[in-house]
């Protein structure tokens, strides 16, 4: 095993070696309710509490750590959007490396100012990570920088590795591991790892939906890849050249999961496991909430790559969540305009249980009677049979009430 492969399970172990006492081994920890969810022993690897919150850190560090003092003394360049600069950024400070980083104009502001507070320099340019690793490149050769590439790097991927390796140090009894798969440095460098450790292991990649790369090239398809994806660190378009073999050779499947998986997998960890994920740190749960009945009974390791997630971002996404499980709901009321109204609707609520979050009152509307008005009525419920309690009673008083859905959410009423 690993012949051909850029790096072997000898190099991964000098890795840990390496960056020992630069980065966090990171906990792994037992996640009983995320267990109960998915009916497998589910125990998660928490590399969002990296000091720059994602895995990127270990890698980084491998590779900073093996320059010569001629290639430290030049510098070092990289191009990333997000959590590879930061952990370039963050660690080449620390051993006095000067470091140049090329994100997109499109980069949110929070990821270009933290980056810079790292002690890099930001080069912003591009519309996309492409046309930003084209400019990489060339301020590399006119500056004799040191291109720290995010995946298809030796040293990178040797230190991901470290992941799995401590994983299953810490805890051999695991008999699958999933890992996000974008560029493939991750999964590289912990497939090697696992399977030299325990061959038995099963190693499945999750890519988000829209940014099928690898499944595309494993599986010879056409997908379309492109769009807005809350897994924006694995919306990788082009695979890595050194990554590749590794993950056609070592592992057993690529599930492919949607924005609506990767929303409720942010959601979970963050209600159940009470810890941040990202979208992308938050893919492995994702694809075991797409096929539960496949990881029944078994133990399941998660790595949780990161945490770096807007926090208006995961508010939205908790909110959308309460609206699926129809914890929070809408109505629509019309009744005849007569004083009191608002106050006999609140004490209506009230008498059920609800809590009232927003209400909305309008008459000029054409489709309400010309004594009649109309209420909107957002309100937070127990679960799905409170509401659904709540808008019979609200049938019962003669309101006449219709369900305001989420987009997307409807109910299919095209059957017979």
């Known amino acids: ?24 081994k990171t906990p792994l920890m037992p996640a009983p309710r995320l267990s109960a969810l998915t009916g497998a022993e589910v125990f998660v690897k928490h590399e969002n509490m990296q000091a720059t919150a994602s895995f990127k850190e270990r890698g980084a560090v491998n590779k900073l750590v093996s320059l010569s003092e001629d290639e430290r003394r030049r510098g070092v360049i990289a191009m990333s959007a997000g959590n590879h600069a930061q952990a370039v950024a963050y660690h080449a400070r620390r051993f006095g490396i000067p470091a140049t980083i090329v994100m997109p104009e499109t980069t949110p502001l929070v990821k270009v100012e933290n980056t810079r507070a790292h002690g890099a320099e930001v080069v912003l340019f591009g519309e996309t990570l492409y046309e930003s690793t084209q400019k990489a490149r060339e301020i590399a050769a006119q500056k004799s920088l040191v291109f720290v590439h995010p995946y298809d790097d030796a040293a990178v991927m040797a230190g991901q590795g470290t992941v799995a390796l401590e994983m299953l140090r810490e805890l051999p009894e695991l008999d699958t591991l999933l890992i996000p798969l974008g560029g493939g440095g991750l999964m590289a460098g912990n497939a090697i790892a696992a399977k030299a450790l325990k061959p038995s292991i099963e190693m499945i990649g999750v890519e988000a939906a829209l940014y099928p790369s690898f499944h595309n090239a494993v599986a010879g398809a056409d997908l379309a890849i492109g769009g807005a994806t809350l897994a924006e660190g694995i919306a990788v378009k082009t695979v890595g050249v050194q990554t590749l073999p590794v993950v056609k050779a070592l592992v057993s499947d690529i599930v492919l999961v949607s924005e609506d998986l990767i929303e409720r997998a942010v959601n979970a960890c963050a209600t159940l496991q009470h810890t941040l994920a990202e979208g992308a740190g938050a893919a492995g749960l994702a694809a075991m909430l797409k096929e539960p009945e496949r990881y029944r009974g078994r133990k399941v390791g998660l790595v949780l790559s990161g945490g770096n997630i807007d926090a208006r971002l995961l508010a939205a996404i908790m909110v959308r969540e309460l609206e699926r499980e129809q914890r929070i709901a809408a109505f629509r009321l019309t009744a005849s305009d007569r004083p009191g109204l608002l106050g006999k609707v609140a004490s209506l609520f009230g008498t059920l249980g609800a809590n009232i979050l927003e209400v909305s009152h309008g008459r000029l509307f054409l489709d309400v009677p010309a ?44 059957g017979p």
């Open 1 to 24: 095993m690993g012949s051909g492969f850029a790096i072997s399970f000898a190099d991964i172990e000098a890795a840990a070696q390496t960056i020992a006492g630069h980065v966090l």
């Open 371 to 414: 004594k009649g008005v109309m209420l909107d009525v957002t309100i937070e419920t127990r679960d799905e049979a409170h509401t659904a309690a709540i808008e019979a009673a609200l049938r019962q008083e003669g309101f006449a009430p219709r369900r305001i859905y989420p987009r997307g959410q409807e109910p299919d009423r095209s």
